[in-house]
């Protein structure tokens, strides 16, 4: 595994990647709120099999420093983008989970020629529950049927670094029209939910795949709830990588 911790706009993010192999696919994923690259090692161990994985802690997750400013999901992306390009990734299947997905969408959006095709696993916020606290209380229901080892990993991440960035970040999160600046988004995109998520329901993604610049494809992982990535990493990644059947 590779490392490296850049400074770029001001901000400390964290790029982690599996070595790379020559014509290899390449996966980057980006974290949601509150949490740290750490809670997609399930899903990473199964892309790892079929190709590179690059891994993004944003600023104030995980080990990067608390920003001294509540940062904008277009500054995340800005830097999120910057940071995979140091590490020398210059076309990837782009994976967002939660808040993970508004950056992902707006990073693509700023640039499309990064991604060879977009993955939305969760995305938020439903734009029919746009208000703090109707999401806060999605959230608890949602995590309420998340597994025990599920849960723990985003507690873990939460109290290892994100706490302070979390309460700033939420309201940004909340009115961050993800709607809109997937029109931007000319690229393929997949849209990915679980069965038990409230956060991110079926009719939701349907919606935003009808408002997605280029294709789109809807999927919805049974048994699971907000983390299928955690709980169900092997479909998850092979609807990622789309086999046949998964």
């Known amino acids: 595994m590779q490392q490296w911790m850049y400074r770029i706009e001001g901000l400390e993010v964290q790029v982690v990647a599996s070595d790379a192999a020559e014509d290899e696919q390449t996966f980057v994923l980006v974290h949601g709120i509150g949490v740290a690259a750490s809670y997609f090692e399930p899903l990473a161990r199964e892309l790892r ?3 590179r994985v690059v891994a993004v802690n944003l600023p104030g997750f995980g080990p990067t420093k ?3 400013h509540a940062v904008r999901i277009s500054q995340f992306a800005r830097v999120a983008r910057e940071a995979v390009a140091r590490s020398g990734v210059e076309t990837a299947v782009w994976v967002g989970h939660s808040m993970g997905t508004q ?5 693509v959006a700023q640039d499309p020629k990064i991604a060879t095709r977009v993955v939305l696993l969760s995305p938020v916020v439903n734009i029919r529950e746009r208000r703090p606290r109707t999401l806060a209380w999605r959230f608890a229901r949602s995590a309420a049927r998340e597994s025990v ?4 990993a985003s507690v873990k991440a ?4 994100g706490l302070r960035s979390f309460v700033r970040t939420f309201p940004i999160m909340v009115a961050y029209p ?10 393929d995109v997949l849209l990915v939910t ?11 993604l349907d919606y935003l795949g009808q408002r997605a610049g280029g294709s789109a494809e809807v999927q919805v992982v049974p048994h699971a709830s907000h983390q299928a990535m955690f709980t169900r990493p092997d479909v998850v990644a092979g609807l990622i990588c789309g086999d046949a059947g998964a």
């Open 149 to 152: 080892p599920s849960a723990a």
């Open 178 to 187: 993800i709607e809109e600046r997937i029109r931007a988004v000319p690229n």
């Open 66 to 68: 608390d920003p001294d």
């Open 158 to 161: 939460l109290l290892g670094g």
């Open 103 to 107: 950056v992902v969408t707006e990073a």
């Open 194 to 204: 679980g069965e038990l998520d409230e956060t991110a329901p079926r009719d939701w």
């Open 49 to 51: 099999s079929r190709g």
